[in-house]
């Protein structure tokens, strides 16, 4: 018996669970942009997951961009009972409110250098928050991020207690409790070269030389072994999807540019799917999902912006072969239990691809369990292409399956360490699609380099966590991880959504509100104020009762009670 602990010490370190309160804060550093949270092989933030005693207690986790990372504050709904809302004035040092005040000298520090004379008052404005849980709407599935190439080549660099504290900061209850990872079918543009299998022999449709899985998939392989195991993850759904045929598939049989599946292929092309399901299988690492191709319309328009593996579909084209070829293929086989999900592209192809695909094939659509979203536009084009998507196809997912900053011509091409406005970018777009029956989020890649790659084709962004792969001793968290981590770390698997509402128009919002109730039926709502402003919030629970919260500028919050 000693010695079995012993060993379970020496294979999750440091960490191993004794009872609760193992939550270790934040090792904020200031950085270029704001602040990050650092992590090396011996220290590494985590916060347990919230117990609530008695329905009365109430827990506001908090983070925010003067430098709380999920700061935890506990209070009861009893303290005051159904109070008021709090409207004081900005210059008032003294407010101690019946409310939880969640870093009060912060929020005052920001104007703490401002001379009396400049000082003025601004009233604390107040919104109401009303949570009724007897109003449910979409279940929660997943929440992941993607295990690249480039993810895997980082990680294998590192010492292993390092690699240990990613996996356990990313997949763990402790951490944000990521239940899913996406990974390519082949290369993508994060690898260190494009790669699909059986590239040769050329013009070979039976995929004779398609028996083994990579030597890269077996790294990844050994990688999300190591991963589940610290991480206590038994049930990692794995969300696959194929950026490019080999070429000789490919009607200008290169890796990019304008190009598409030859249609002689298609049967192979489905087929090709299926082994790559049967070698995960073999390999104990089963597939949950897989996608119908990475961002189809890089092939047929994109292909003038894009150099990275892509292969063009159309709507048309693509409706064959799901409805002809793959559905059938996937459904008549061991893999039957895989999920397909459609499109994988932006949200500005939503809905008139899938009516498209219905114009060309009118039962391809049936072999869709989900719809995948790709965030990148999502600043300009707004939700109601998906709110349209979602009434016509009501009983299918819809998850987002990539979403990451630094790609636009705008933008930094890579990470901006401690940027708080990227956070809060992923804040807004988390709130909006939950608002708008997305059942779950994988971000892109999990970690980068300093750079913002390793990736082929240059195609450098930013990541939630970034690796210091100078020194391969630490990695830094960034905001973006936090705001991620508001919503992963809070909302397990089978959560359902509520209607929680502010009484604020969504035009001129200071505050967004999600909220969702859990399988263990406590609800958790998540608050972002993105104002320079504090704010007061006015929380009723049509069960529960009534509870007075003030937020500091700049802020995320997740507030769980019973
Ligand atoms: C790791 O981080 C902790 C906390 O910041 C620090 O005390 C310790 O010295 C660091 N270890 C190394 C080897 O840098
Ligand atoms: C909140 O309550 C939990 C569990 O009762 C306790 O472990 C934690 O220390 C408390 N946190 C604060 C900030 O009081
Ligand atoms: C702010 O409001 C308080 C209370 O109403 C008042 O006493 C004070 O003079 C005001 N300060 C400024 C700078 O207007
Ligand atoms: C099979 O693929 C490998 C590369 O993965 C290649 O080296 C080998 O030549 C291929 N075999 C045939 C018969 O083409
Ligand atoms: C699934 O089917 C394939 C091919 O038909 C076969 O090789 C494999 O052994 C089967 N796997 C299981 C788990 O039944
Ligand atoms: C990475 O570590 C090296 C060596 O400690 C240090 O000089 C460098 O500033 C670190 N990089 C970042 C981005 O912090
Ligand atoms: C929301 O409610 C608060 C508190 O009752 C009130 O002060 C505020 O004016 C309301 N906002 C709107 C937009 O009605
Ligand atoms: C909370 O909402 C209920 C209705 O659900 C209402 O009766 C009660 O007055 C509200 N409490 C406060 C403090 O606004």
Same mark, same amino acid.
Not at 401 to 410: A, H, L, V, Y
């Given at each position: %018996?000693?010695?079995?602990?012993?060993?379970?010490?020496?294979?999750?370190?440091?960490?191993?669970?004794?009872?609760?309160?193992?939550? !270790?804060?934040?090792?904020?550093? @200031?950085?270029?942009?704001?602040?990050?949270?650092?992590?090396?092989?011996?220290?590494?933030?985590?916060?347990?997951?919230?117990?609530?005693?008695?329905?009365?207690?109430?827990?506001?986790?908090?983070?925010?961009?003067?430098?709380?990372?999920?700061?935890?504050?506990?209070?009861?709904?009893?303290?005051?009972?159904?109070?008021? *809302?709090?409207?004081?004035? &900005? #210059?008032?040092?003294?407010?101690?409110?019946?409310?939880?005040?969640?870093?009060?000298?912060?929020? &005052?520090?920001?104007?703490?250098?401002? $001379?009396?004379?400049?000082?003025?008052?601004?009233?604390?404005?107040? *919104?109401?928050?009303? *949570?009724? =849980?007897?109003?449910?709407?979409?279940?929660?599935?997943?929440?992941?991020?993607?295990?690249?190439?480039?993810?895997?080549?980082?990680?294998?660099?590192?010492?292993?207690?390092?690699?240990?504290?990613?996996?356990?900061?990313?997949?763990?209850?402790? /951490?944000?409790?990521?239940?899913? #990872?996406? %990974?390519?079918?082949?290369?993508?543009?994060?690898?260190?070269?494009?790669?699909?299998?059986?590239?040769?022999?050329?013009?070979?449709?039976?995929?004779?030389?398609?028996?083994?899985?990579?030597?890269?998939?077996?790294?990844?392989? @050994?990688?999300?072994?190591?991963?589940?195991?610290?991480?206590?993850?038994?049930?990692?759904?794995?969300?696959?999807?194929?950026?490019?045929?080999?070429?000789?598939?490919?009607?200008?049989?290169?890796?990019?540019?304008?190009?598409?599946?030859?249609?002689?292929?298609?049967?192979?092309?489905?087929?090709?799917?299926?082994?790559?399901?049967?070698?995960?299988?073999?390999?104990?690492?089963?597939?949950?999902?897989?996608?119908?191709?990475?961002? $189809?319309?890089?092939?047929? #328009?994109?292909?003038?912006?894009?150099?990275? %593996?892509?292969?063009?579909?159309?709507? &048309?084209?693509?409706?064959?072969?799901?409805?002809?070829?793959?559905?059938?293929?996937?459904?008549?086989?061991?893999?039957?239990?895989?999920?397909?999900?459609?499109?994988?592209?932006?949200?500005?192809?939503?809905?008139? &691809?899938?009516?498209?695909?219905?114009?060309?094939?009118?039962?391809?659509?049936?072999?869709?369990?989900?719809?995948?979203?790709?965030?990148?536009?999502?600043?300009?084009?707004?939700?109601?292409?998906?709110?349209?998507?979602?009434?016509? %196809?009501?009983?299918?997912?819809?998850?987002? !399956?990539?979403?990451?900053?630094?790609?636009?011509?705008?933008?930094?091409?890579? $990470?901006?360490?401690?940027?708080?406005?990227?956070?809060?970018?992923?804040?807004?777009?988390?709130?909006?699609?939950?608002?708008?029956?997305?059942?779950?989020?994988?971000?892109?890649?999990?970690?980068?380099?300093?750079?913002?790659?390793?990736?082929?084709?240059?195609?450098? +962004?930013?990541?939630?966590? #970034?690796?210091?792969?100078?020194?391969?001793?630490?990695?830094?968290?960034?905001?973006?991880?936090?705001?991620?981590?508001?919503?992963?770390?809070?909302? $397990?698997?089978?959560?359902?959504?509520?209607?929680? =509402?502010?009484?604020?128009?969504?035009?001129?919002?200071?505050?967004?509100?999600? /909220?969702?109730?859990?399988?263990?039926?406590? +609800?958790?709502?998540?608050?972002?104020? /993105?104002?320079?402003?504090?704010?007061? *919030?006015?929380?009723?629970?049509?069960?529960?009762?009534?509870?007075?919260?003030?937020?500091?500028?700049?802020?995320?919050?997740?507030?769980?009670?019973?």
């Amino acid at each position: %018996m000693k010695s079995c602990w012993l060993c379970l010490l020496y294979v999750f370190g440091l960490w191993a669970r004794r009872g609760a309160a193992l939550s !270790t804060p934040c090792q904020l550093r @200031e950085t270029n942009y704001g602040s990050v949270c650092v992590c090396n092989s011996s220290y590494c933030d985590y916060l347990d997951q919230p117990i609530l005693s008695d329905n009365t207690q109430i827990v506001v986790i908090s983070s925010s961009k003067n430098g709380l990372r999920f700061k935890q504050a506990n209070a009861s709904f009893l303290d005051k009972g159904a109070l008021e *809302v709090q409207d004081h004035q &900005w #210059i008032d040092e003294n407010f101690v409110a019946d409310s939880i005040i969640v870093e009060q000298d912060k929020a &005052w520090l920001q104007f703490a250098n401002v $001379p009396q004379r400049f000082a003025f008052n601004v009233s604390i404005k107040t *919104v109401q928050l009303t *949570v009724k =849980r007897e109003l449910r709407y979409q279940k929660i599935t997943n929440f992941g991020g993607a295990f690249t190439g480039s993810v895997s080549h980082i990680l294998k660099q590192l010492p292993i207690d390092l690699q240990d504290h990613l996996y356990r900061s990313y997949f763990h209850a402790d /951490g944000i409790g990521y239940n899913s #990872i996406r %990974m390519s079918i082949g290369a993508s543009d994060f690898d260190l070269q494009p790669w699909a299998y059986n590239e040769l022999p050329r013009n070979d449709p039976s995929l004779s030389n398609f028996t083994t899985l990579d030597s890269r998939d077996l790294q990844k392989i @050994e990688q999300l072994k190591r991963l589940k195991a610290v991480a206590q993850l038994n049930d990692l759904k794995i969300m696959a999807a194929a950026w490019s045929a080999p070429t000789w598939m490919k009607s200008n049989e290169r890796w990019t540019g304008f190009g598409q599946l030859k249609s002689e292929y298609y049967q192979a092309w489905a087929d090709y799917h299926l082994k790559f399901l049967e070698l995960m299988q073999s390999k104990n690492m089963p597939v949950w999902a897989i996608s119908t191709g990475n961002e $189809p319309l890089n092939g047929v #328009i994109g292909f003038i912006f894009i150099h990275f %593996m892509s292969m063009g579909w159309t709507p &048309w084209q693509q409706a064959i072969w799901l409805g002809d070829y793959l559905g059938p293929t996937i459904k008549k086989s061991n893999q039957s239990h895989v999920l397909i999900f459609g499109n994988d592209d932006q949200r500005y192809t939503y809905p008139s &691809w899938f009516r498209k695909m219905r114009a060309s094939r009118s039962n391809a659509l049936d072999y869709l369990d989900g719809l995948a979203v790709h965030w990148y536009w999502d600043e300009i084009f707004g939700p109601k292409l998906i709110d349209d998507a979602h009434t016509e %196809m009501p009983n299918k997912l819809l998850l987002n !399956t990539e979403s990451c900053i630094g790609d636009k011509p705008w933008q930094t091409h890579g $990470p901006e360490l401690g940027n708080w406005g990227r956070g809060e970018s992923y804040m807004r777009a988390y709130i909006q699609d939950l608002l708008h029956n997305f059942n779950g989020w994988l971000d892109w890649n999990l970690v980068l380099d300093e750079q913002g790659g390793p990736n082929y084709v240059h195609n450098y +962004v930013d990541a939630p966590v #970034i690796v210091n792969t100078t020194s391969r001793t630490e990695f830094y968290k960034q905001p973006m991880y936090y705001a991620i981590g508001h919503f992963s770390k809070f909302l $397990p698997e089978q959560s359902v959504r509520i209607e929680a =509402r502010t009484n604020e128009t969504e035009s001129f919002a200071q505050l967004s509100a999600v /909220g969702f109730q859990r399988p263990d039926g406590s +609800v958790a709502l998540i608050l972002y104020n /993105g104002e320079n402003l504090p704010v007061n *919030v006015a929380l009723n629970d049509s069960q529960r009762g009534a509870f007075n919260l003030r937020l500091p500028a700049r802020s995320w919050h997740t507030v769980v009670y019973k």
